[in-house]
């Protein structure tokens, strides 16, 4: 029994070992070996840790190299509350309303300029023509006032009835004071009316001359009255007047000025080339001591040189050699 346990048990353990053998055979044994890790290997892992962290260092040292993005400073307009939620937009958006931001200021400006012009122009017509009316009415008051200047008493009164001359006489001064004090007053009122025109009008005038180019530009103010003035006195025109021109006569006087230049400009390069041609002519000349052909062979010679372009013969191009004369 004992020997049939002992062979039971050892058939058991062979069947065991088969077992385990044919699991055994079954693993592959390939994986274990690649996955374990061998040892002496611990200083190759540390030199591969340190070449992913030379790899790192590298991949660190590119994002370095980029340039940083360029910060969008927020439009000078914005308020503080404005300006903290322009920091948060993305970039796109910031340069949206940054561009947006500088036309509108762009607009703002340009319309504010059109607007204080406009009322600089509506203040200098206002002015002129409160100046116009008030030397109207200076001149109708001046001619009210001439039509009640008091009127002296008749000189021969005074040898007929004395003491109604003295009388009249006395009346006469009175009202005569008075009128001149109005009539000064009236003059006064005509002058500064015509200052107030005349202040008007060089105003108009200097707006109007500044409109162009060549003076508002201070570099080519100088030459434009220099041209314009220098036109007028070729023209022959009252110099003492120049002072007065309006900035539309000096535009045309200094246009007329560049006309002139110009066509002065296209005569002399006229009369040059013209000189020239004429020197061309008188350079032209024949060789010394050499015989002029008479009509007769010049006739011949274009016969022979026709009949060669004709033929193409060698005999035709030595005739017309001949005819030259060579």
Known sequence: MAHLADNAEAGD??????????????????????????????????????DNDQADDGEEQDDGDDEPETAIDAPVSLTAEEKAKFAAL??????YVADLEARRAVQVQTATTKAAEAQRTAEASAA????EAKAKYAQQ???????????????????????AFIAQQAQYQAAKAQHDEFMQQVQSLGGEAETAMSEAEIA???????????????????????????EGKKLGLDMSQIG????????ALREIATLRDKAEKYDAATARNMQRVRDGKKTKTTK??????????????RESRDRLRQSGDVKDAAAAIARLGL
Do not use: C, W
């Open 13 to 50: 353990l062979g069947d065991d070992l088969e077992s385990a053998a044919t699991a055994i055979s079954g693993l592959n044994l390939d994986e274990f070996a690649d996955n374990a890790e061998p040892e002496g290997d611990e200083d190759s892992d540390d030199d591969g840790e340190d």
């Open 288 to 301: 010394p001591n050499a015989a002029q052909p008479s009509s007769a062979e010049g006739r011949g010679y």
């Open 90 to 95: 993305p970039k796109e958006a910031q340069q």
């Open 141 to 163: 008051l001046k001619a009210f006032g001439d039509n009640l200047a008091p009127t002296a008493p008749d000189p021969e009164l005074a040898y007929t009835n004395p003491q």
């Open 128 to 131: 002129r023509a409160d100046a």
């Open 204 to 230: 108009q005038r200097d707006r109007e001359l500044m409109a162009i180019p060549e003076v508002a530009n201070e570099a080519t103010r100088e030459e434009f009255f220099s041209k314009a003035i220098g």
């Open 244 to 251: 007065h021109a309006s900035a539309g006569e000096l535009k």
